[in-house]
C-alpha cells in the first residue's frame, strides 16, 4: 500500500511538472517576489492578486526555471491558493514547511495540503527541499508585501 502511494505522489509531481498551473505572467498582481536555489540554480517571480476588501488570493502565478520538483511544488501551489486569505495561505505555508522539514515522518494534513502532501516523500531528500519550498518563500514574500500596506 505505501508503495502504491508513493506510485501516486510520485505521478502528481510529474504531472504538475509537465502541465503547469500558474506558469505565465500576472497583469494587475498586488505583489511579486524574486527567490532563487542557489545550490541547483532553479529560480522563481511569484506573483499574487488580491481582492482588498476581503483579503482573499484571487490568483497566484509564477514564471521560473528549474528541476521537475520546484515547477510542480509552483504549480500546486498556485492551485491550492487562490481563495485563501493571507493568514490561511500563511498557515498552508507553515503546514508546508513543518512537512519538508519532517524528513519523511508523520502523516500531513491532506485537508489542508490538498496535492501538496505529494511532496512529503522530497522531504527525504535535504537537497530537494530548497527546491518544493522556492515558490512557497516567494508567496509568502508576496503576502507580506500585501499586508504591510
Known sequence: MADALAGLYQQVILDHARARTGDGPLPGADAEHFERNPTCGDEITVRIAVDESTGTITSLAWEGDGCSISMASASVLAE??????????????????????????????????????????????????????????????????????
Not at 119 to 144: D, H, I, N, T, Y
Open 80 to 149: 491550492l491558493a487562490p481563495g485563501l486569505t493571507l493568514p490561511e495561505l500563511a498557515e498552508r505555508t507553515e503546514a508546508f514547511r513543518a512537512m519538508m522539514r519532517s524528513k519523511g515522518a508523520g502523516d500531513p494534513d491532506e485537508e489542508l495540503l490538498g496535492d501538496a502532501v505529494a511532496f512529503q516523500g522530497v522531504s527525504k531528500f535535504v537537497m530537494r527541499v530548497k527546491c518544493a519550498m522556492l515558490s512557497w518563500v516567494a508567496a509568502e514574500a508576496c503576502a507580506a508585501q500585501v499586508a504591510a500596506r
